[in-house]
């Protein structure tokens, strides 16, 4: 069985007022308006529409529609020249076949059915009017003096559509007017279902040292409405929201000056904000991509790095092969065509074969990053290149004091030499006795080690320790 709704429904822009009430205003979207859209990346964005409203003198009804369906209630305001807010009301009943059979409890509604006719194919249309008792698992009816369960019918008519019963979600406001005549109103407010992110393209040459970095911000809207024409922002900084259910602080972009054309960045309060240079359409259910920075000439300097297993010490592994790590660093200074803050995202790496073709050969997530700070991406692990790591000796001196000999063998399997980061982390109070290459403290319990690989060729790291724990 279908339901079929059959309305009438008429709507003018200023309603006549019932005696005693005061006139309505009924505002939509049209000629005239501006939007400006402010997007953060916690899933809401801030909404200014401003429209040309005529309105009479002295009391009146407002009604602000063609909004987002996912507004904040809370926090919309409205302003305006010589107007007064007096009461304001978000008014979500919307319109559906149930909410209209809820409303039309204990009402008249008229059923039309359809009978097979006397000949093949005819059908004969009739029509008769019954009382809508419930709509609990299905429709209960009084027709004429029978009570009937599910009758069949092929259309329901309703006479008119119920007061406060909306097709889309609307503003009331209750306005003072000082005056009549037409004025712009704006009004703001927060909604949710919008959101903002960044993510990076870095093509590197066929030498891998150098290359080009591309960012884009892709808006994914499901908001409920669309932003024709709409002065874009977008907000970026850690901005703290008070919590409802989820705890902490959710985390926005950080900034990035944009070397778009397209794109403007300023500091705003303690964070950043972006602004598109021209008004662009936000569709409904919709992605929008835009150019956030190019930069070409890019250096990219390449890391061979074997990390020691977590905890390894006290493990006590005797052998163990290991994957060599990439890592892809770049310096985000303006000497490197960079220098601006990067917002966190995800950077996809391609990198130029011999033909000239760019191939995709890893991605990583990268955090916020000022200007003049270091970019670090994992490319993936080393095909060519081999870790093997043994434990060679180890004595007890007392309950609380030890020593450990290790090595770790690298076997290059590439046309060119490489440089291996071997970094060790070393537990309790420990003391350096000897060692095959110099190393570096990178803090109270980690050391690292740079290891220099001939082309088809390997080396060996040797170190023994003393840790008392």
Request: hydrophobic letters at 40%.
């Amino acid at each position: 069985m279908r339901l079929h709704l059959v309305v009438g429904l008429s709507l003018v822009a200023v309603g006549a007022a019932s005696a005693g009430s005061p006139p309505e205003v009924v505002s939509q979207a049209g000629q005239g308006r501006t939007l400006s859209l402010t997007v953060y990346n916690v899933g809401r964005a801030l909404v200014r529409d401003g429209r040309p409203i005529s309105l009479p003198g002295g009391a009146l009804t407002l009604e602000f529609r063609d909004i987002a369906e996912h507004v904040m209630p809370e926090t919309v305001s409205i302003a305006g020249d010589g107007v007064t807010v007096l009461e304001q009301n978000y008014e979500y009943d919307l319109l559906s076949p149930q909410t209209l059979l809820a409303k039309y409890l204990g009402r008249d509604v008229t059923l039309v059915t359809e009978e097979p006719g006397s000949t093949p194919g005819a059908t004969v249309r009739k029509e008769l009017v019954g009382r809508l008792l419930s709509i609990e698992n299905g429709t209960v009816w009084r027709i004429g003096d029978r009570i009937v369960s599910n009758p069949p019918y092929r259309q329901l008519v309703f006479g008119e559509l119920p007061e406060n019963l909306r097709e889309r979600p609307t503003l009331v406001w209750l306005l003072s007017s000082e005056r009549a005549g037409e004025r712009r109103l704006e009004a703001t407010y927060l909604t949710s279902g919008i959101t903002w992110k960044a993510d990076y393209v870095l093509t590197l040459g066929s030498g891998g040292d150098v290359g080009s970095l591309l960012g884009w911000v892709t808006l994914d809207n499901t908001s409920g409405a669309s932003y024709p024409e709409a002065t874009l922002q977008l907000v970026a900084g850690d901005v703290h929201l008070a919590p409802a259910g989820r705890p902490g602080p959710q985390p926005v972009m950080m900034a990035a000056r944009a070397v778009s054309a397209e794109m403007r960045e300023e500091a705003f309060a303690e964070y950043h904000l972006y602004t598109l240079d021209r008004p662009t359409t936000v569709k409904d259910r919709q992605q929008k991509q835009v150019a956030l920075l190019e930069a070409d000439g890019v250096k990219a300097v390449r890391h061979y790095v074997v990390e020691s297993p977590q905890w390894w010490y006290v493990q006590r592994i005797s052998k163990q092969k290991q994957d060599v790590r990439v890592d892809v660093e770049i310096t985000n200074r303006a000497d490197n065509h960079l220098g601006m803050a990067l917002p966190a995202g995800v950077v996809r790496l391609y990198q130029r074969d011999r033909r000239g073709t760019a191939q995709f050969v890893g991605e990583d997530r990268i955090e916020h990053t000022p200007k003049d700070e270091l970019v670090k991406v994992t490319m993936g692990n080393a095909f060519d290149v081999i870790a093997e790591r043994r434990q060679t000796d180890y004595r007890k001196l007392s309950d609380n004091l030890y020593e450990d000999a290790f090595e770790v063998t690298v076997r290059n399997h590439k046309e060119s030499a490489v440089t291996v980061e071997v970094r060790e982390q070393l537990g309790g109070d420990w003391e350096m006795l000897s060692n095959s290459y110099p190393f570096e403290k990178l803090s109270a319990f980690g050391v690292s080690f740079s290891v220099p690989v001939p082309a088809n060729g390997e080396a060996k790291l040797t170190y023994r320790v003393r840790v008392h724990s």
